[in-house]
């Protein structure tokens, strides 16, 4: 994805995760830059955008997240928001045909697919979307990081049996961003809620 479609398709994540109230509220310039920084920042440019080579890193920092108390602290709260982003971006990548070999494999025609993609983001419902993955989610069946896991890989499995289009790929790609972010937002906060052992 080109980094106007990451931001259209994070914006519309968070849209939908701060229509709950229970969902944590996170700053949304942080997370549309972290939703854009593997695109730019050395720190995380050379991972690949690729599930088979990075699921098992996005799920060490969903896990990271996801086991932190959403922080108070404003430089805490913005560096949290951020590496959200950055777990949606990988996540939403993943859910992209030039991200799965599903199309040639040459650099030009990656980013014609990615400049389509982008424009026929901006024609689709994309909050509409994002909202209706989020109530697509029944309470507490992401319980832990394994469930998240269980639920992307079946969502991966569908796309791939899907035939290949850029609205397939913004449906799925918001399904799995909107899956994660809300399991993160919801174990921090349920991290905080907690009682100390």
């Known amino acids: 994805m080109l980094s106007g479609t990451h931001q ?14 229970e969902v944590c509220k996170i700053s949304v310039d942080d997370f549309l830059f972290g939703c854009i920084q593997p695109d730019f920042s050395l720190g995380v440019f050379y991972t690949p955008h690729i599930k088979e080579k990075s699921f098992a890193f996005v799920l060490r920092a969903i896990a990271e997240l996801a086991n932190n108390v959403l922080p108070i ?5 913005e560096t949290f928001a951020t590496r959200l982003g950055v777990v949606i971006h990988f996540l939403t ?7 799965n070999q599903r199309q040639d494999d040459s650099l030009p025609l990656h980013f014609a697919y990615e400049a389509n993609l982008h424009l026929v983001s901006r024609t689709m419902p994309l909050d509409t979307l994002a ?4 109530t697509e989610l029944k309470h507490g069946t992401l319980a832990t990081v394994g469930d ?6 079946r969502l991966h499995r569908r796309y791939l049996a899907t035939p290949m289009s850029p609205q397939a790929d913004l449906r799925f790609a918001l399904a799995a961003g ?6 993160v937002c919801s174990a921090s906060i349920r991290a905080a809620v907690q009682p100390a052992a």
């Open 178 to 183: 909107t899956a994660a972010a809300y399991y």
């Open 8 to 21: 259209r398709v994070g914006l519309a994540i968070l849209s939908a995760l701060q229509s709950r109230s």
């Open 148 to 153: 998240l896991e269980s639920h992307l890989e």
């Open 131 to 134: 909202q209706e993955s989020l």
């Open 93 to 99: 990548d993943f859910f992209c045909a030039v991200h």
């Open 73 to 77: 602290d404003n430089t805490a709260r």
